[in-house]
């Protein structure tokens, strides 16, 4: 059998919850929330941009990559949390320039240390496949998809131009036919 793809809704509160008193938890925790919340790449996460988290206004304005179609999200009061933990650290280290998370060095971050670091929390969280970033994007469509988001949307909120790249996560979901023959 393939080896999934994708991290449960449950294993994504596991891998949220063994940040837990790790020396980058602030951003490290900031970082897995937005990468699953809002589906985001690991190029995207690294690359965004201050000017891109608008606390006041919660929202989150997404610049997707692989020629997908950029939008704003909302932000959820767990994630305005946990942004402004991240900000009060990050401010503390006076980093240069405007990427929203940096490295301890403060410099952007780099995918290779975001892969790392899921891997790690992975195995302290006891999951019982070896994590990493895509996986959180994937549990994003896979949760809206068991939410009953409509395949449309999810398409819209994960920037896919081809709709063949989201019906995996609503092909899957039996919940899609429960209000079929009532």
Request: hydrophobic share 40%.
């Amino acid at each position: 059998m393939d080896e999934r793809k994708h991290l449960t809704a449950r294993e994504v509160d596991r891998l949220l919850d063994a940040v837990k008193g790790a020396r980058h938890e602030a951003r490290d925790r900031c970082l897995l929330l937005l990468l699953f919340r809002h589906g985001l790449r690991v190029s995207e996460a690294c690359g965004l941009k201050l000017s891109q988290v608008d606390v006041e206004s919660r929202c989150l304005h997404v610049a997707r990559l692989k020629k997908g179609l950029s939008t704003t999200h909302p932000l959820r009061g767990d994630e305005i949390r946990f942004i402004k933990a991240w900000l009060k650290t990050r401010a503390a280290m006076a980093p240069p320039g405007e990427t929203f998370f940096v490295s301890e060095r403060r410099a952007p971050l780099n995918r290779r240390t975001v892969w790392a670091a899921i891997r790690r929390y992975g195995e302290m969280a006891g999951l019982p496949l070896p994590a990493h970033p895509h996986m959180l994007r994937h549990a994003c469509g896979f949760a809206l998809a068991d939410q009953g988001a409509d395949t449309r949307l999810i398409q819209d909120y994960l920037g896919h131009r081809n709709i063949q790249h989201t019906v995996r996560y609503t092909a899957a979901n039996p919940a899609r036919f429960e209000k079929l023959w009532r």
